[in-house]
């Protein structure tokens, strides 16, 4: 099995020529965040990740999670890897000085939890949602709530979930039942979640669970559901874990991957009511919650770029060492490592550049986070929301479907080994799949963007970003040092995103349905079209650096992943369009009854 190694070079190249980190730099509060300690930092997150956690991930995968009298027990090290990724101050890498952070730029964050999700997916997923607790609380948590819980879920001293759905509700949050009544200064939560991410486990010493739950007085449907804290142990007058709250884990699904990660259905209030503190107002909760949920749909889309990393090491490496028949031209009559077979080399360049594209659009989405949050000018901050709001479904559902696409190519390039675990590259394929469904299957992503991000505001902010593509295709042509093959293709795949996105502002006000129909192809046609913009950024940085004298030999693989994606994937984007103007009248028609 593969050892894995933090891919260093392309991420600074991400961070510093497409996400924009010396413009973050820039930023109020980030002076600190440059390029030589962000460089610091990436090299002691990619040695934690090689050596403390990648270790674990197939053995973890093998070992799973036990339920024990109520408790739940995760794999060998798991418990000792946590202390040691607490104390090294990673947890809270990104949040405020002031709660026990390091205050450094979301950007920065968002390339370090790359590490994290390819070295150790099952368990990044801890620290992860505790992070999107933090987002929560930091923008609706009350002073005294805050107090309390927020400086221990910062330094990960105590760890934090997201409980939403039941089991008659899915994703439709309007049926949720699980209810909250008023006590004496608190609430009292009576209910069941299920899908609870590391809802129960031994690495934290408490575990702060968010739960919407229906308000006492509350309208029906999803207006009446508030947001609650709702800790395992209630914190004692000196703020350390007391006694027992009335919540339990009473079963662990058995799923198809991730097995070190251990996912609960919860029961609250089986003795009297779990003692439970409203977040903000009553009958706010969605709104509260979708802070925490688009803060894990970026980190979602994360867990995709990692995977596809890890997959992608593991193949290439694989491919090196593997030998097996003769070479089709130049070679002798032995056999050779398959990696000189044209399939093989064709299969590795698809899964390194479709990694390098989503990592390019998650980088420049959480640069554009740091610019809304922090510029000093308040248009440019909601330019950036804007872009972010837009390409929020983007980064989560193409880096993810992606992801399973890598993956399972992974699968391809080992051949037979590659369906056998020993390998372990059919472990990245199974612990994949579930993040196409996490924070919203990728259909919910799809029809977020089509219906919010792009109908709703009439197409302002799509045409925003095929403003910028344009520009970027501007240089191509101009461009002397051989990149001007790439603006054909990326022309055509930005005028197929143009018409896509004026039909769907004409058709959504009118029909929605036939445009929801296609609403996950337009989707992978944004993803597309926005790798190949990124990549072609990339690429001109690269020709740029080369002109000043940069031999860099890492530039030259830069160039040629653009004209990879432009030769293999921006010519799917013409027949996206059609599908989207074609098919989607005829799914729309279709009735239930046909099936």
């Given amino acids: 099995m593969a050892d894995y190694r933090a891919p260093l070079d392309d991420m600074r190249f991400a961070l510093n020529e497409i996400a924009g980190l010396d413009a973050v730099n820039q930023l109020p509060g980030f002076d600190d965040a440059t390029p030589d300690l962000v460089d610091a930092i990436l090299d002691e997150a990619g040695k934690f990740g090689a050596d403390v956690l990648a270790p674990l991930n197939h053995t973890g995968d093998q070992e799973g999670c036990v339920l024990e009298n109520g408790v739940v027990r995760t794999p060998k090290g798991f418990p000792d890897a946590y202390q040691q990724f607490v104390e090294s101050g990673w947890n809270g890498i990104w949040a405020p000085e002031d709660w026990g952070g390091q205050g450094l730029p979301v950007l920065v964050a968002t390339a370090v939890s790359e590490i994290w999700h390819a070295a150790n997916l099952s368990f990044a997923l801890c620290p992860m949602l505790t992070q999107s607790a933090i987002e929560l609380l930091l923008s609706h948590g009350s002073d005294e709530i805050n107090a309390i819980y927020l400086e221990k879920l910062v330094t990960g001293q105590w760890a934090g979930t997201m409980n939403l759905t039941e089991p008659q509700a899915g994703s439709d949050l309007a049926r949720i039942r699980c209810k909250a009544e008023r006590a ?19 690495m934290a010493e408490n575990i702060v669970h968010m739960v919407l739950a229906r308000s006492p007085d509350g309208p029906e449907g999803i207006k009446g559901l508030s947001l609650f804290v709702v800790p395992k142990f209630l914190p004692d007058a000196d703020g350390n874990p007391g006694a027992r709250n009335d919540l339990r884990c009473v079963s662990l699904e058995h799923k198809m991957g991730m097995h070190a990660s251990p996912t609960a259905v919860m029961s609250y209030g089986d003795d009297g009511g779990a003692r439970a503190f409203l977040i903000g107002e009553e009958n706010r909760g969605i709104e509260y919650m979708f802070i925490m949920m688009n803060a894990a749909r970026l980190a979602v889309g994360m867990e995709g770029v990692g995977i596809a990393e890890r997959a992608y090491q593991q193949a290439r490496d694989f491919a090196k060492d593997r030998v097996q028949s003769r070479a089709l031209t ?148 101009a461009d002397d040092g051989g990149l001007s093959d790439l603006a054909e293709p990326l022309t055509a795949a930005v005028r197929a995103l143009e018409t896509a996105t004026d039909w769907i502002v004409d058709t959504w006000p009118q029909d929605p349905a036939p445009a929801a129909a296609g609403a996950v192809h337009y989707l992978r046609l944004m993803g597309i079209a926005t790798g190949g913009w990124l990549l072609a950024q990339g690429a001109l940085c690269a020709a740029r650096r080369r002109d000043q004298g940069d031999t860099d030999p890492y530039l030259d693989h830069k160039v040629l992943s653009a004209r990879f994606f432009a030769e293999q994937y921006l010519p799917q984007a013409a027949a996206l369009r059609a599908t989207i103007l074609a098919g989607g009248g005829t799914v729309a028609a279709v009735s239930p009854d046909a099936f």
């Avoid at 004496?184 to 031994?202: A, M, N, P, T």
């Fill in 330 to 477: 130049g070679g002798g009559a032995d056999p050779v490592t398959i990696i000189h077979h044209p399939d093989v080399r064709r299969m590795l360049l698809a899964m390194r550049v479709q990694t390098e594209a989503v990592r390019a659009i998650a980088y420049r989405v959480a640069g554009a986070v740091d610019i809304s949050r922090r510029h000093a000018d308040p248009e440019e901050r909601a330019r950036a929301q804007s872009f972010v709001d837009l390409m929020t479904p983007v980064a989560k559902a193409f880096s993810t479907d992606v992801a399973s696409e890598v993956a399972d190519l992974g699968i391809q390039v080992h051949g037979g080994m590659g369906y056998i675990e020993e390998t372990g590259a059919a472990q990245h394929a199974r612990d994949i799949r579930v993040t196409r469904i996490y924070e919203g299957t990728n259909g919910i992503q799809a029809n977020d963007l089509v219906g919010r991000k792009v109908a709703r505001d009439e197409g302002v902010a799509a045409g925003e970003l095929i403003k910028a593509m344009r520009e970027t295709i501007a240089d191509l042509t």
């Fill in 184 to 202: 004496d200064g608190h609430y009292l939560v009576r209910g069941q979640k299920i899908f609870i991410s590391h809802g129960e486990h031994d």
